[in-house]
């Protein structure tokens, strides 16, 4: 069928595969006019057949109206019968009526037919609620999923609609279940609030929420114990006053640095899931012949997204060591240079797609410490990537030296460079001086270098000018470190 991708024309989604079954969920017909028009206006301009399916939350002329305002030549497909606007009742026939199987087999015709008349696949959407509840639900739920099973591998892609206010929770679960993508309304954005393929990335996330929750209601909980017995004893010295301030400012700070980082992580965590998945598919779909180059970048891409979605879960799970004291050591002789040269090698595409030019100043002479070698190449590793994301396009140098007993490592770009008010920062947790949106990541990656480098008695700085680039500095004894 040529292309194994069309447009949604929806930002939100933007290019989606053949075989996509999409839901929305909707507060007011206005909604619906907003992903309907666009959805329905790409298909026509891709040379795809159409069916729009109404209810009564949107008539077929108001729905007509709407699309001749964006496609002025509207009456010219309307006759051609490259799409049709009807009712639901004429579609689905009445709740007492609806039949399963023959609807399906109504969707499957008209793709068929769609296809002989030289189309290049169909688009359709539809909706449900009009169904009498809550008796006719299961059977409407089951039909979803079976129409997800067959629409795989066909050029069709499916829009269903679902009105919140007719929807309990159960049901959009159920509806949720059933959809490789749903998108809703949050904030005035058309958002994507859940995909199939997403759900353990979500699992993991609703865990690492309950813990979140649990710490700010027992520090919120010990401020309240404070409060109260000041209250009750009038005793309390100001300092102590001071102190209950500075516990409420703390957790109040600990729910907002939670709600901030769980949307970034959900992001980042869900950024590589859902390219993984649409490679998979791409991969597996059959729509068209994927020869060997075609795999070979698949496969590309999906080793890719893996090491950048394990890079954010060992990420995660350093943070967790470190705040819990769990970080451990495992000493050993270790050379310096061989490890920047290694991380380098291994590096070096990453260096390449930003577009920096990598120069390596190391000595001839080895530069030994007792350290931990596979924590050092986590600290060279997470520079230099720092280094890539700030610095694209701009040289960056990475150099080792020895002075008297400490090894010095070097990572200078040439990039954004760092305010003077965020140099004190950016080591700790979740801290950045840059926005999230612009540059991703979790903001752990610099507080973790931190930290391995004081656990083998080091100490790491950053020097830099804004719009000149930044150096960071790391110091090493070469000796036994204190802390093990």
Not at 33 to 39: G, K
Not at 131 to 143: E, I, R
Not at 407 to 416: K, N, P, Q, Y
Request: glycine share 8%; aromatic share 6%; proline share 4%.
């Amino acid at each position: 069928m040529g292309a194994r991708s069309v447009q949604s024309g929806l930002p939100v989604l933007g290019e989606i595969p053949w075989g996509t079954h999409i839901c929305q969920f909707y507060e007011r017909p206005e909604d619906l006019l907003e992903t309907l028009v666009p959805y329905f206006k790409a298909g026509l301009d891709g040379n795809e057949a159409c069916v729009w399916v109404t209810d009564h939350d949107l008539s077929v002329g108001d729905a007509a109206e709407a699309l001749r305002a964006a496609l002025p030549d509207l009456d010219a497909h309307l006759t051609s019968g490259q799409i049709e606007i009807v009712h639901s009742y004429d579609w689905y026939g009445t709740s007492k009526q609806f039949d399963v199987d023959a609807v399906l087999a109504g969707w499957i015709a008209k793709k068929e037919s769609a296809v002989l008349q030289g189309f290049q696949g169909a688009r359709f959407s539809g909706t449900a609620f009009w169904l009498q509840k809550p008796h006719d639900f299961p059977t409407f739920s089951q039909y979803e999923e079976r129409l997800d099973q067959a629409i795989k591998d066909q050029p069709i892609i499916v829009l269903c609609s679902y009105a919140l206010r007719r929807a309990q929770a159960m049901e959009v679960l159920d509806v949720v279940s059933n959809h490789q993508f749903a998108i809703a309304r949050r904030g005035g954005q058309w958002e994507i609030v859940e995909a199939a393929a997403l759900k353990a990335a979500k699992e993991d996330l609703r865990r690492v929420n309950e813990m979140l929750e649990l710490k700010v209601l027992e520090r919120t909980a010990e401020v309240e114990r404070l409060l109260m017995s000041e209250r009750i004893a009038r005793e309390a010295a100001e300092s102590e006053a001071a102190r209950s301030a500075l516990l409420f400012a703390q957790a109040q700070e600990a729910i907002r640095l939670r709600d901030e980082f769980l949307s970034i992580a959900s992001h980042e965590l869900n950024t590589p899931i859902h390219s993984l998945q649409l490679a998979v598919h791409a991969a597996s779909s059959g729509a068209a012949p994927f020869g060997p180059d075609e795999m070979a970048r698949a496969l590309k891409l999906v080793a890719r997204q893996s090491k950048r979605l394990a890079g954010l879960v060992d990420a995660l799970l350093d943070a967790s060591r470190i705040a819990t004291g769990r970080l451990t050591l495992h000493l050993e002789s270790v050379n310096l240079v061989d490890v920047v040269k290694d991380m380098v090698e291994q590096l070096g595409h990453e260096l390449a797609r930003a577009q920096c030019k990598l120069a390596v100043r190391v000595p001839d002479r080895p530069v030994l410490g007792r350290w931990d070698r596979l924590r050092l190449e986590q600290v060279v590793a997470n520079l230099l990537s720092n280094a890539a994301k700030f610095g694209q396009g701009k040289p960056v140098l990475i150099a080792v030296e020895k002075a008297a007993n400490t090894a010095r490592l070097v990572v200078e770009d040439h990039g954004i460079g760092i305010p003077p008010e965020h140099l004190s920062q950016i080591f700790e947790r979740f801290e950045r001086a840059v926005s999230s949106r612009e540059y991703g990541g979790l903001g752990l990656g610099l507080y973790i270098v931190r930290a391995i480098v004081e656990a083998m008695g080091g100490a790491v700085r950053a020097e830099s000018t804004v719009g000149a680039g930044a150096t960071f500095v790391v110091e090493l004894p070469c000796g036994q470190p204190e802390k093990t």
